[in-house]
């Protein structure tokens, strides 16, 4: 056996890198048997060869007479524990990965919605006195139609479904997935489109164009558009965030949320009007 090996030991060797050629670089699903080979190698195999080394190296300087089955026993224990070990280890990588596989796919996703929202809402304009974003030129113009028609003939625009956060809702059990460096400004852009879905639901009512005096009607439209240029720019930061923690991982986007996350929150005019906001069960809502 001796001879054979040392005469056929190169054979044997060229076999081998050739079988763990195919194995690991030539296979379509190489990339997965490196990726497990490797973590084991690395996070189980060498760990567990220093840590019961130096159990063993202890074990021999404090009982250097130890008898033979005692040893044969204490190794077949660390053997039965290193399969334990290695299978939680495998099972703590496996449930890491898939949190951060659906993490990415909660930003992409999020990304997608977010940006598809804003897409069809109003910048407005940036004042340079203030240095805030204002309404829009249309925005203005109709509150200025509402303004100038009169309670018995109103000008009242047509209030759309607003419902933008169709992806959102379906992982409200999943939220914390969603790392704190993006949680904060993805609930924050989230409560505004509530915001705004709530009031337009009772912007939509008839008891909004038929029973509402046309001074609350204009405030109501107002505050109704003024969330929406707020929706906007919260989106921006969202955006924004994900993209850096994508890109550039947590710490750029913590920087970047602990810098500008006031932004996010005041970067428009807040609601101008106290008397805004949803109508009361006099207005038919209850």
């Known amino acids: 056996m001796n001879a054979a090996l040392g005469q056929y030991w190169m054979i044997l060797l060229l076999a081998a890198g050739a079988v763990l050629g195919v194995v690991f670089w030539l296979r379509g699903d190489a990339v997965i048997g490196r990726r497990v080979y490797g973590d084991f190698i690395w996070l189980a195999l060498a760990p567990l060869l220093v840590i019961f080394g130096l159990l063993c190296g202890i074990i021999a300087l ?78 203005l113009d109709l509150i200025s139609r509402m303004e100038r028609s009169s309670d018995g ?26 790392p704190r460096e993006t949680i904060g400004a993805i609930t924050f852009y989230y409560g505004v489109i509530r915001s705004i879905r709530a009031l337009s639901e009772d912007m939509r009512a008839p008891e909004f164009r038929n029973a509402m005096d046309n001074k609350r009607r204009t405030a109501m439209y107002r505050s109704y558009a003024e969330m929406r240029l707020r929706a906007y720019w919260a989106g921006v930061f969202v955006l924004k965030v994900i993209q850096i923690y994508s890109e550039k991982g947590k710490a750029a986007a913590r920087e970047f949320v602990d810098e500008n996350m006031n932004l996010a929150e005041g970067a428009v005019a807040p609601i101008s009007n106290p008397e805004a906001g949803r109508t009361g069960p006099e207005a038919g809502s209850a």
């Open 153 to 178: 003939d109103p000008f009242v625009p047509m209030i759309p479904l607003e419902v933008h956060d169709a992806f959102h809702a379906t992982i409200q059990d999943k939220i914390d997935i969603l």
């Open 62 to 139: 404090l009982f250097p007479a130890l008898p033979a089955p005692i040893w044969q026993a204490t190794i077949a224990g660390l053997v039965v524990a290193s399969g334990w070990l290695t299978s939680a280890i495998f099972r703590h990588l496996d449930a890491a990965r898939d949190k951060d596989e659906k993490l990415r796919d909660y930003h992409k996703a999020i990304f997608a919605e977010v940006q598809s929202t804003i897409s069809g809402f109003d910048p407005g304009i940036l004042d340079p006195d203030t240095g805030v974003q204002s309404l829009g030129p249309g925005a």
